[in-house]
């Protein structure tokens, strides 16, 4: 099993995983908001203002508020609903910049080859996924009372609620991780292997973010390392765990570009 791993892995020797992820969290950083806010606005005028609200408002409320989680969801959400079309016209070229930081990031992990307009061809391929959001984003919002009720219930209802949660989370994940292995990253790696792998590796990013809402409920002093700053240690948190989410994202490719070669060597 261990000398799978190896190989499945061997790739990332030399290639300092660790940079290329925070590489990739600088797009990021740029990029949340504006797609957050996107997703929000297009949802919004698919289903209705007033029901993204009633939707999200109960998980709101059983967000734990340790460190202010959410009051900065709730404004999130405002924000995106009351998005003007040239605020949204404005926040796609920001939020077109993850599928070119992505791409980069690919590109980088792979053998030397020649790839052309790699920013570009990121920011293009990210648009689909932009433009499925609201399906996307539906889908969790509909899950979101359910699980929600459950949290508040405690108990075990609590535990069927963070199930629950997972299972809707990995679910909308699978299709995004599969379309950025399949197309945003260079090459065309297997079908079957793309799906398989692509899957497990939204399942641990469902389970990773799932790890942040605990992080949020711990009754953490995150400005005490920055003289007193809770939105400096706030934004330095976030920062980090989408550091880490990246890792786990770009270890996946990996794995899925060496099995696909391997498949058809």
Avoid at 51 to 74: F, K, M
Avoid at 123 to 143: D, G, H, N, Q, S
Avoid at 196 to 210: C, E, P, R, V
């Amino acid at each position: 099993m261990w000398r799978t791993l190896e190989k499945v892995f061997r790739p990332l020797r030399g290639r300092d995983l660790a940079l290329r992820a925070a590489a990739v969290t600088f797009y990021a950083g740029i990029a949340v908001v504006p797609v957050s806010l996107l997703a929000i606005w297009i949802t919004g005028h698919v289903t209705g203002a007033e029901r993204v609200r009633r939707l999200t408002g109960q998980t709101i409320a059983a967000l734990p508020d340790a460190i202010g989680a959410p009051r900065a969801l709730s404004a999130l959400i405002e924000a995106g609903l009351h998005l003007s079309p040239s605020m949204a016209l404005a926040g796609l070229l920001p939020a077109t910049l993850y599928g070119e930081g992505l791409r980069r990031a690919f590109v980088s992990l792979r053998e030397p080859e020649k790839d052309t307009a790699v920013g570009w061809k990121g920011r293009v391929l990210w648009l689909p996924l932009l433009a499925a959001a609201p399906a996307l984003l539906l889908a969790i919002f509909l899950a979101l009372p359910t699980t929600s009720s459950l949290w508040v219930r405690g108990g075990w209802y609590a535990v069927l609620g963070v199930i629950l949660s997972f299972l809707a989370s990995w679910l909308v994940l699978t299709p995004v991780v599969i379309w950025v292995y399949r197309y945003i990253a260079p090459g065309r790696p297997d079908w079957l292997v793309t799906v398989l792998i692509g899957s497990f590796t939204a399942a641990n990013l469902a389970g990773f973010l799932h790890g942040f809402v605990l992080f949020c409920s711990l009754p953490l002093d995150l400005g005490l390392p920055f003289g007193g700053y809770d939105q400096i240690g706030g934004m330095v948190a976030i920062g980090l765990w989408l550091y880490l989410f990246h890792v786990i994202l770009l270890t996946g490719y990996v794995a899925t570009r060496t099995v696909s070669a391997a498949r058809h060597a």
